[in-house]
């Protein structure tokens, strides 16, 4: 029987060291270059563990990469397992120079290596140790590791969704929610909706008027998508930018508001939907153009997710680790593979502290538990 806590213990420091090597490469999502780099390099290693690797040429992004492994038995009828993650960050160029990478009480602290570097290592450095070992599974493999994550996966969100098609599972090696580092097994749907407002302008002081104003309009709006929130179900609605006007003197004629809009389930997103799509205007000679939908369906907790990460958590707990499961208002590419149908394990990659903030850092001690679980379940499910 494997002790996977001594196996991964064993390769520890391989881990680590992938970890530094991909945290000391910037990979702000921005920067097609940066991104095709690590990429690279994400590629090669991959390669070097038999798998069939294909990069999808990007034009605003970096390059997205699969890996691919055939069932080990040519007559297998098993689907294949799917592994996500992305090699983007939120952090501009210079956030190393000034945040650095290092080592203190027990933790790793740098740009990028909670969210979702660790998760990458834990990755590449599980599947070779598996493939050393003896200890690969029977059924297919795929990869994905895409660079665009962090903006929404605008570009790659059409590659998750035909890698996740007949996939017996998924795991998202994104990090664990909060400082517990719990898996994520509900996520709400995302949103974003543009509120354009045409009015007429006019002098302010000498024809008001002949005026009809934008922002006046827009401002009566943002106040009824206000109150479509409904927090203790779980529907969230911010106006989070609005521009408009020309000089403070003209009646403005035009005014325009982004709108983020988070769901917990499917039925709420379709209501939600069509409410905001019937907004009309109020003040008479202005016009309403809105654009927009939801990009990120919800990951619900269905029976089979539930019953993945319960799987998950007793292994954990065999281990002689706590893993729990909690809900988020945040979204992945989970919310993608889950709504294919594919039970889908989210924030298995990491624990730490601070995403896309100041110290963000993972637990070292807590990272060789993660490579130990990830093995088992690449080896088990």
Not at 148 to 156: A, I, L, Q
């Amino acid at each position: 029987m494997t002790d996977w806590l001594a196996l991964a213990k064993t390769h520890e420091s391989d881990m680590f060291e992938l970890i530094e090597q991909l945290v000391l490469i910037e990979s702000p999502t921005s920067d097609k270059p940066a991104n095709d780099h690590i990429s690279s390099i994400a590629a090669d290693l991959l390669r070097t563990l038999g798998a069939e690797v294909k990069v999808h040429p990007q034009k605003d992004f970096g390059d997205h990469i699969t890996a691919d492994w055939p069932a080990t038995n040519p007559d297998s009828n098993a689907q294949h397992a799917l592994i996500v993650g992305h090699l983007d960050t939120v952090w501009p160029h210079g956030t190393l120079e000034r945040m650095g990478f290092y080592e203190e009480d027990g933790r790793l602290y740098g740009p990028g290596v909670l969210d979702m570097k660790a998760g990458i290592a834990t990755t590449i450095i599980g599947l070779r140790t598996l493939k050393e070992n003896g200890l690969w599974p029977d059924r297919p493999i795929k990869i994905l590791f895409n660079t665009d994550e962090e903006v929404g996966s605008p570009s790659s969100s059409p590659l998750v969704e035909e890698s996740a098609k007949g996939a017996e599972y998924a795991l998202i090696m994104e990090p664990g929610q909060a400082g517990a580092g719990a898996l994520k097994t509900q996520r709400k749907g995302l949103g974003e909706f543009h509120l354009s407002v045409e009015g007429k302008a006019s002098h302010a002081g000498a024809f008001p008027e002949r005026g009809a104003s934008a922002i006046h309009e827009l401002a009566h709006r943002i106040i009824e998508l206000q109150a479509m929130n409904d927090w203790p179900n779980g529907i969230t609605i911010n106006t989070g930018l609005i521009t408009g006007g020309s000089a403070r003197n003209t009646i403005p004629a035009a005014a325009e508001a982004v709108i983020d809009v988070r769901v917990r389930t499917n039925e709420q997103a379709e209501i939600l939907e069509t409410k905001i799509r019937a907004l009309k205007p109020s003040i008479e000679g202005t016009s309403l153009t809105i654009t927009g939908s939801f990009h990120r369906p919800p990951m619900e907790r269905t029976p089979e997710l539930a019953e993945l990460a319960g799987n998950l958590i007793d292994w954990s707990n065999d281990f002689g680790f706590e893993l729990t499961e909690e809900s988020t208002g945040g979204g992945s590419d989970a919310n993608l593979t889950a709504a294919m149908g594919v039970p889908s394990a989210d924030g298995l990659g990491s624990k730490g502290q601070n995403p896309h903030a100041e110290g963000e850092n993972i637990e070292i001690s807590e990272q060789v538990n993660r490579l130990a679980l990830f093995m088992k379940a690449i080896n088990s499910l």
